[in-house]
């Protein structure tokens, strides 16, 4: 079967939007899971809190308020539930086949470890292992958004070091760097058939050639962690802490295609070495953030506290992908928002064992309804978290953190590459049980 030019040039233009088709809108990753204490209080106090050793990855300057050498392991188990319900049409208005694509949520582990150790009456050192950013959304094959998204699987994990200098009873002062590793997995159907017939090729229809795009890509890069730590008055602890932002540049992202028999012999002749598998590099830059903590001991029971973080995801605008291919270069911008996240909450010493806590936050998305898709159909999200300390004994104690997560259901109205459509609602649930275990030794 021949192309004539006006063919080949449609392919050429078709090849050029569907490099985009794979990530575009993907980048509300943050985590706050990284503490079974601070999940019971809804984080309120996460770098000002006395006894929570997740500082050493959060505010080093409050290593200050550990005592002794400690190790701490703490695990999250978020359940994020993700139901669409909605209708698509294809590039000629024609209904999409397909389900609403299941949960397309997950039940996934967020494990923490912590180490802390003074080196000196005023010196402190620390080791973590933490997971900042992580997110997994993955639809039934063949549903009806699958031109839109089928599979979005991003994770980072940091090990750290940090220090902590004591300067004087009032002020303490930290910082440390940490290696990132950060991995991003995603998958698209591609509707070769509305490719093909919008270029007018004979016996090829919206739906008729669906294959598949996989973009798997991994990356390292160091960043850095800025504290203080500000003891006014007694009973009162002010934590103020700066996380860098981490530009990673993965030059080597495996992408493949997956292209069925009669639509690539077309597409060979027509536009060789374009949808073949290959590499691309680019830049992901994951957002710098900085935290103002509050904790007021009220008396020898209570305690109150509360947080304020704000995240720069308004710099994650355009990341840019270069094939190493005849695929053309795609630049896809994002559109995210700066984002803020509030939160109150109290302790209540019970007895030398038992310690209750409680807390409610007003967490602020980066997804406006804008550019919401549905790789993160997100919205934002109100918490209501309780949790307690057992203090087994003098060295060793346990902490459990729960949090239910109120949400509104979002909508979606989308048009991919190939010309088809997606309108519906999701129906999203979330609930988070946290748990930790501490043992300290020494002086």
């Known amino acids: 079967m021949k192309i004539n030019k006006a063919q080949r040039r449609a392919l050429v233009a078709i090849a050029a939007g569907l490099a985009g088709t794979g990530v575009a809108h993907a980048a509300a990753f943050q985590l706050k899971e990284q503490s079974a204490a601070g999940q019971g209080r809804a984080f309120a106090g996460s770098i000002s809190q006395d006894g929570d050793a997740t500082v ?6 409050a290593m200050t308020l550990l005592d002794g050498r400690l190790f701490q392991a703490d695990v999250a188990v978020i359940d994020y539930s993700v139901k669409f319900r909605g209708a698509g049409s294809d590039a000629l208005g024609r209904p999409l086949t397909g389900g609403n694509g299941g949960n397309a949520g997950d039940t996934s582990p967020v494990p923490s470890l912590y180490f802390h150790t003074p080196l000196t009456d005023r010196l402190h050192l620390g080791l973590s292992v933490t997971a900042p950013f992580g997110f997994k959304t993955e639809y039934d094959d ?44 995603l998958r698209d159907a591609v509707d070769f058939g509305a490719l093909l017939a919008a270029s007018r090729v004979p016996g090829f229809l919206p739906g008729s050639a669906d294959g598949r795009l996989d973009i798997d890509g991994h990356n390292t890069e160091l960043g850095y962690t800025l504290g203080a730590l500000l003891r006014p008055a007694d009973g009162l602890s002010i934590g103020l802490a700066y996380r860098s932002e981490v530009k990673h540049s993965p030059d080597g992202a495996k992408v493949g295609f997956t292209v069925p028999a009669a639509a690539n012999a077309i597409l060979s ?17 994951l957002p710098a953030s900085w935290t103002l903590s509050l904790s007021q001991q009220l008396n020898e029971r209570w305690t109150v ?22 695929l053309p270069s795609e630049t896809l911008h994002f559109g995210y928002r700066n984002t803020s996240f509030y939160s109150i909450g109290a ?54 953190g729960y949090t239910h997560l109120f949400l509104k259901d979002p909508s979606v109205d989308l048009r991919s590459a190939s010309g088809s459509s997606l309108q519906g609602s999701y129906k999203l649930g979330s609930n988070i049980v946290a748990v930790s275990a501490q043992y300290a030794w020494g002086p």
Request: neutral net charge.
């Open 269 to 285: 002749a027509a536009r060789p070495g374009t949808f073949v598998d290959t590499t691309a590099s680019t830049d992901i830059t």
């Open 305 to 326: 506290m509360a947080d304020y973080s704000h995240t720069a995801w308004g710099k994650f605008s355009n990341v840019v992908l270069d094939f190493q291919s005849q």
């Open 347 to 400: 302790e209540y010493r019970a007895n030398d064992q038992w310690t209750l806590r409680g807390g409610v936050a007003y967490d602020q998305t980066p997804v406006t309804d804008a550019v919401r898709d549905v790789r993160v159909p997100d919205v934002d999200r109100r918490w209501l978290s309780l949790g307690a300390t057992w203090r087994a004994s003098k060295r060793l104690s346990y902490s459990v």
């Open 56 to 61: 050493v990855a959060n505010n080093p300057a």
């Open 142 to 185: 063949g549903w009806v958004g699958r031109y839109h998204g089928i599979k979005t699987d991003l994770k980072a994990v940091d090990v750290g070091a940090a220090l902590s200098y004591k300067v004087n009873d009032m002020l303490s002062l930290g910082a440390s760097v940490f290696a990132e590793r950060l991995e991003v997995k």
